[in-house]
């Protein structure tokens, strides 16, 4: 059964930091994409971030650029995102989810992913 837990998020200030964690299973994990995307009130899914453990690739976001870094810790099957300097608008339902990568997907868009998790949520106050 594949499943991706997203979990970590929670409550911090403006300028504060989380992690949010990715527990994936129930797929070869190194021939897949995880990504990051949230969802924020009356707003659509955006992609966060992304890694490709192929090729080491990442994608970030401009909005999250020099302030969320992600990683993966491949023999816990497990990708994190760290977040720094957090903004108000960075309040969201994150959500992590996997995609079987080729030259024609993007790391992105949502609908290119194909295992999601339920999501956390991240609430940053001002």
């Known amino acids: 059964e594949v499943q991706l837990q997203a979990s970590g998020g929670g409550l911090a200030q403006a300028g504060g930091s989380l992690r949010l964690s990715c527990a994936a299973s129930g797929f070869i994990f190194d021939d897949y994409a995880i990504g990051w995307f949230r969802q924020a009130p009356g707003k659509e899914r955006e992609g966060v971030s992304c890694i490709t453990s192929t090729d080491g690739s990442t994608y970030y976001a401009d909005s999250v650029k020099g302030r969320f870094t992600i990683s993966s810790d491949n023999a816990k099957h497990t990708v994190y995102l760290h977040m720094n300097s957090l903004k108000p608008e960075d309040t969201a339902v994150y959500y992590c989810?996997?995609?079987?990568?080729?030259?024609?997907?993007?790391?992105?868009?949502?609908?290119?992913?194909?295992?999601w998790g339920q999501g956390t949520l991240v609430t940053v106050s001002s």
């Open positions: 989810a996997a995609q079987y990568p080729t030259f024609e997907t993007s790391r992105s868009d949502p609908s290119e992913f194909d295992y």
